[in-house]
């Protein structure tokens, strides 16, 4: 769930009104919207949020209209089938499980308090919900702390669902579990015209990017929207302004070759989860080379995703982000928390 979603959902929990939250459990086939999609329906008839419009978001839309009507929750499996897209009018097919819940009141408040707290303190988190008959029975907040709230949630359950990605467990009971908030920053080093088109789409898919500029005209929050955090700072001592964790994230694209290896050198002093670093094939060979001069192991430069991205032919600073962005959610996709 988004946060701005989530703070909505708060909002509206606290101002002592209905709403349902819509949330695709499962799907297959080439349905628009994969598990973890979610939708708020409210008393007043609007949404917010998506779960891949078209005519199953529009028969979602109004099924919730109804339980809201009847306060009352449930489950709907929609099958897309080769008629039934054509009686839909989608030209994509497949099944998708689709979970409505009917919240009112503030007895659900502190877990969902809870989980914006996540959010704001960066803090990996994970909202595991427990349906029996089609409604949601339990729902419980997982985090490096173990889990809160959730009860009959056991730990066998949680060591199917804690993944990267959402997580559809169908039996009876069903499980289901989404990662909500992503423990550590991306710190985008440089503020030229690849990382302003790349900390938006980073932001898109849920990175919370900090960037960091040398330069006034480039440190401007307006050319970075959805950035965490955007900081005017010098190349050659970053840790005056920020600190790095084991979970945080690293792309150096400063202006020149020089202030790209002056903060290279400092981030290999880290046990980062992830760095990356713009620039051509003999850029590396030569960076190697003055890393090792000043003392750093020979395999220092192992760790470093250079040229960065995924290889797609970019040239254009839109076709970079592209890559960059593809390779930082391949690297994210690849931890797996142990609980």
């Not at 600190?243 to 400063?254: A, H, K, P, Q, R």
């Not at 051509?280 to 003392?295: E, H």
Request: charged content about 20%.
């Amino acid at each position: 769930m988004k946060r701005e979603l989530l703070q909505l959902l708060i909002r509206t929990l606290k101002e002592q009104e209905a709403l349902i939250v819509v949330c695709v459990l499962a799907s297959s086939g080439s349905t628009p919207r994969g598990s973890g999609a979610t939708m708020l329906v409210f008393e007043d008839g609007h949404t917010e949020g998506t779960i891949g419009g078209g005519a199953v978001e529009h028969a979602a839309e109004l099924h919730a209209k109804e339980l809201l009507k009847s306060h009352s929750s449930d489950t709907v499996g929609y099958c897309l089938n080769k008629n039934d897209v054509a009686d839909l009018g989608m030209i994509c097919g497949g099944d998708v499980t689709v979970y409505f819940q009917y919240l009112y009141g503030q007895e659900q408040l502190p877990l969902f308090e809870y989980l914006s707290e996540t959010y704001e303190q960066n803090r990996s988190s994970w909202l595991i919900r427990k349906i029996e008959d089609r409604t949601v029975v339990s729902m419980g907040v997982y985090d490096k702390e173990g889990l809160h709230f959730g009860d009959g949630i056991g730990q066998e359950a949680l060591l199917k669902l804690i993944r990267p990605g959402a997580v559809y467990l169908k039996g009876e009971p069903s499980y289901y579990a989404e990662p909500v908030a992503e423990a550590g920053f991306v710190y985008v080093f440089g503020g030229g015209h690849v990382s302003q088109e790349l900390v938006p789409m980073l932001a898109h898919v849920h990175f919370p990017v900090i960037v960091f500029e040398d330069r006034e005209a480039f440190a401007d929050p307006k050319l970075f929207p959805g950035a965490y955090d955007v900081i005017l700072g010098d190349f050659r001592e970053i840790e005056a302004s920020i600190t790095l964790s084991g979970e945080d994230y690293v792309v150096i694209m400063t202006r020149g070759h020089q202030a790209d290896f002056e903060v290279l050198a400092q981030c290999l002093k880290h046990p980062l989860s992830y760095i990356g670093c713009i620039g051509s094939r003999s850029k590396i060979a030569a960076t190697k080379q003055r890393l090792i001069g000043l003392g750093y192991p020979e395999d220092c430069y192992d760790r470093v995703h250079s040229p960065i991205g995924i290889d797609i032919k970019a040239e254009t600073p839109e076709e970079i982000a592209v890559s960059i962005t593809a390779e930082l959610i391949l690297h994210r996709a690849s931890l797996h928390p142990e609980i």
